[in-house]
């Protein structure tokens, strides 16, 4: 059973950083990835962030490339978001997902949410 577990969320001002961390208590079968998603006030729920947990590949939507980095840790079997120059159009509710590798895309499918952590950037 994947159980995703986030944290690191909370309120910033503009400008400044936030890293956020995911911890799997199960272990997802077989070959996966693991990403972030984010929904803001009365959007969608959309695609921030994957990274690949055989090869290490990872994509971004283009609003976050060059200040939001994604990485992993085999042995806490955690994905983290280090998220840097944080604007008010990043606030959202961030969510944690498992799903099928991409192929260097972004994620479209997800077998598993976490709970999400809220993340508030004020100007």
């Known amino acids: 059973q994947v159980q995703l577990a986030e944290s690191g969320g909370g309120l910033v001002q503009a400008g400044d950083s936030l890293r956020l961390s995911c911890v799997d208590s199960?272990?997802?079968?077989?070959?996966?990835?693991m990403g972030w998603f984010r929904q803001g006030p009365g959007q969608d729920r959309e695609f921030v962030a994957t990274?690949?947990?055989?090869?290490?590949?990872?994509v971004y939507v283009d609003s976050v490339k060059g200040r939001f980095t994604i990485s992993r840790d085999d042995e806490k079997n955690s994905v983290y978001l280090q998220m840097n120059m944080l604007k008010p159009e990043d606030t959202a509710v961030y969510y944690c997902?498992?799903?099928?590798?991409?192929?260097?895309?972004?994620?479209?499918?997800?077998?598993?949410w976490g709970q999400g952590t809220q993340v508030t950037v004020s100007s």
């Open positions: 997902a498992v799903g099928p590798r991409t192929a260097g895309a972004a994620m479209a499918q997800v077998w598993y």
């Open positions: 199960g272990r997802a079968f077989g070959s996966y990835a």
């Open positions: 990274i690949d947990w055989i090869n290490g590949g990872t």
